[in-house]
Nanobody
Framework: QVQLVESGGGLVQPGWSLRLSCAASGIILHFNVAGWFRQAPGKQREFVADITSDGNINYADSVKGRFIISRDNAKKMVYLQMNSVKPEDTAVYYC??????????????????WGQGSQVTVSS
């Protein structure tokens, strides 16, 4: 069974740094697109960043220049390095992935894998 599990959230002060990690478990054959989304209280979930299998990266304007997304294909991990965080970065952060995987002897591809979410709170 394929799962995504985030870690690394917490409470930080404005201007500090924080790194989120997302680990994929299961028989993963290919990590296609991997990304991060976030949802602040009372707001819709929004795109933060994503990275393709060949390294193409996209960032939301609100985090460009401050956040860095990266991946380790061998470890089946995706990271979000958050620098110079602001109070408006406070949200639950979700890992999302488009994966090719094996399950019950069948190879499948799905683009809607989500982690359980990791709370990031930026406050002084």
């Amino acid at each position: 069974q394929v799962q995504l599990v985030e870690s690394g959230g917490g409470l930080v002060q404005p201007g500090w740094s924080l790194r989120l990690s997302c680990a994929a478990s299961g028989i993963i054959l290919h990590f296609n697109v991997a990304g991060w989304f976030r949802q602040a209280p009372g707001k819709q979930r929004e795109f933060v960043a994503d990275i393709t299998s060949d390294g193409n990266i996209n960032y939301a304007d609100s985090v460009k220049g401050r956040f860095i997304i990266s991946r380790d294909n061998a470890k089946k991990m995706v990271y979000l390095q958050m620098n110079s965080v602001k109070p408006e970065d406070t949200a639950v952060y979700y890992c999302n992935a488009d994966l090719t995987f094996a399950h019950a002897g069948v190879i499948e591809r799905k683009n809607d894998f989500w982690g359980q979410g990791s709370q990031v709170t930026v406050s002084s």
